[in-house]
């Protein structure tokens, strides 16, 4: 299974404290129609932190039953607990998700040799294909090309990394090290192209939830070898790659497609709705580029 192109790190709408199965369903159906390449659901953008266990399980099922394998799906299932982790990556396969994206340990901070061990006990565990999330913004940690280069080695499940460190010096080790069939996804949407442009296979982006086809038509000018069509889509999605993080990944992303009419706006707390002149300025931004 190859992980290529643009795809969605899809948001989990919610009505009235509940996962909305129906905004879900439609938001997955729209987005294929847009002709993205492949869907993340349970990831940081879904919301993964305040959903159960069973509404996780629950979310990846629905996002498998409604692709019907005309995308690759990739479930979130990463944890701080290595014993969860298997049993989310376990949940993943048995929703006959394409693979799992496994965060890196948040908040307890293990050493790099913690790293290799946590992924090496995922892959005895569960026969998956495995993408690494690497975000240290998020776990205060940082998974070195080096680390990463022996994990793939000894865990053949991990076929590729989500790199959200906005390092392309960084991305260009792991390319460098873990081999050119290793598959490197950009996990920031500015980096998207630059990634690719040193042979990254793509993105898992935010801004795709409500800008799916032109962030797809990124991706496939640049793989159809046209690189100056590639570059002026980059920079007609600069200013949304700004405006949906003005305020904490994923509010931004589920005002705007609230805005659009695509979910209804819920968050769950911690997560509040934008400020309002941060709204303001969101609003004008996506006015600009045709989304409202």
């Not at 266990?53 to 607990?81: F, M, T, W, Y």
């Not at 990254?200 to 640049?222: K, L, W």
């Not at 046209?226 to 993080?245: E, V, W």
């Not at 309002?276 to 989304?291: H, Y």
Request: contains cysteine.
């Amino acid at each position: 299974m190859e992980f290529r192109g643009a795809i969605t790190a899809l948001v989990t709408p919610f009505r009235n404290g509940e996962v909305d199965e129906e905004a879900f369903r439609s938001l997955i159906e729209w987005q294929i129609e847009q002709g993205i390449h492949g869907l993340v659901p349970c990831g940081t953008t879904g919301e993964s932190a305040t959903l159960s266990h069973a509404e996780h399980k629950r979310v990846i099922r629905i996002c498998v039953d409604q692709v019907k394998g005309r995308v690759p799906v990739l479930a979130g299932a990463g944890s701080n607990n290595t014993k969860e982790a298997i049993e989310l990556t376990r949940e993943a396969k048995n929703a006959k998700a394409d693979g799992a994206l496994l965060i890196t340990p948040y908040y307890n901070k293990p050493t790099q040799s913690g790293l290799i061990a946590h992924f090496k006990a995922i892959g005895a565990a569960v026969d998956i294909p495995i993408i690494v999330y690497n975000v240290p913004g998020r776990t205060a940690l940082n998974l070195l090309p080096e680390t990463l280069a022996t994990i793939r080695k000894e865990v053949p499940q991990v076929v590729g990394v989500k790199e959200a460190t906005g390092n392309l010096k960084q991305v260009s080790d792991v390319i460098e090290y873990c081999g050119p069939d290793f598959q490197v996804l950009s996990g920031d949407d500015f980096t998207a192209l630059a990634t690719m442009g040193i042979g990254g296979r793509g993105v898992i982006s935010v801004v795709s939830n409500f800008a799916p086809r032109t962030v797809s038509d990124m991706c496939e000018a640049f793989f159809a070898g046209d690189l100056k069509k590639a570059q002026q889509i980059h920079y007609a999605l600069c200013p949304l790659f700004r405006g949906a993080f003005l305020e904490t990944n994923p509010v931004p992303a589920k005002m705007a497609l609230s805005w659009m009419g695509r979910i209804p706006f819920e968050a769950r707390l911690p997560l509040v709705p934008m400020s309002p002149s941060n709204q303001a300025k969101f609003k004008e931004i996506l006015t600009a580029a045709g989304l409202l």
